[in-house]
Structures are given as structure tokens and as C-alpha cells.
């Protein structure tokens, strides 16, 4: 019966996401943050066999980071093995800068390698990117322990992370 209701509730928020041309994903504090979703063509149209929002959190970080940075990464992967990403990242501390953001291999509390890039740039946060995963790419992010972690000038090793699996 658990099982039903996380689908259920994973099915739920899927169609409100995918439903309205904005979507609150950001929580903390009160803080809202509209995430505007691009339109269907650019966004591969599905069907996805991942299709995820991750809260990105200093807390998750290893070690944890102590930081009002917050974010999301959504993330979708169609059948024909493409990726279609966007990591937003908003509280960023005055003088620090996004340098890039990436899905790495490593569970809950384990820190692991760059398997894929999602924002090779600062200018790529926000912005809606595909990626063409290689087979190993793909089975890897639907099948193994993986995190998202974004990257600042100010904390090289990650400033936010979230946990995909």
C-alpha cells in the first residue's frame, strides 16, 4: 500500500509540473521560486522513463555546507537516451558565482566521480539542456546511486546537492 501512494503521489506531481506553464519548487523559508517551464519541442515531449525534481540543499552536501544557496535540477530521460536537464539555484552569497553542475556517481552521504554534466557554465543554470547519454551513461542514471551536485567559486567541491537514487 505504501508503495501505491508514492506512485500515486509521484504521478500527482507530475501532472501538475508538466500541467501549468509555472511551477512553485522552491519551499524554504516561504520563499517561492516559479519554475517556467519551456514548451514541449524543446523539452523532448516524452514519454520519460526518469522524470524528476530535485531539491538541491547545503545540508546534503558531504561535508555539509552551511549556506542559504538553494535549488532545484529537473531532470527527464526519454527511452531514445536523451537528457533533458535544468538546475536553478537561487540565495547564491554576494560575491560567490556558479561554475557548473553535474550528476554524480555515490549514494546518500558517499561522495563519487562526474559521470554527467548538466551545466558545463554558470550562463548553462536555468537554461533548459539536452544531452546525448552514451549507453553506459544511461544506465548508470537509471540504475545506480547518483546525486546532483552544483558547483561555486566559493565552494569548489559543491556548494548544493540533491540525491537522484
Known sequence: MKKNTFGYMLMFVSIAIFSCTKSNLMHDDGAAN????????????????????????????VPAVSTTTKGVAHLRVSASKKLYSKVIVQGLES??????????????????????????????????????LTDEQYNFLLNEPAYVNAHSNFNPAGIIRGQVR
Open 34 to 61: 516559479a519554475m517556467q517551464m519551456a514548451d514541449k519541442e524543446a523539452n523532448g515531449g516524452g514519454p520519460y522513463v526518469l522524470n524528476m525534481v530535485i531539491q538541491l540543499s547545503g545540508n546534503n552536501e
Open 95 to 132: 560575491g560567490d558565482a556558479l561554475r557548473f553542475a553535474h550528476i554524480h556517481a555515490g549514494a546518500t552521504g558517499v561522495n563519487g566521480p562526474v559521470r554527467i554534466f548538466l551545466c558545463h557554465t554558470a550562463a548553462d543554470f536555468g537554461q533548459n539542456i539536452v544531452t546525448e
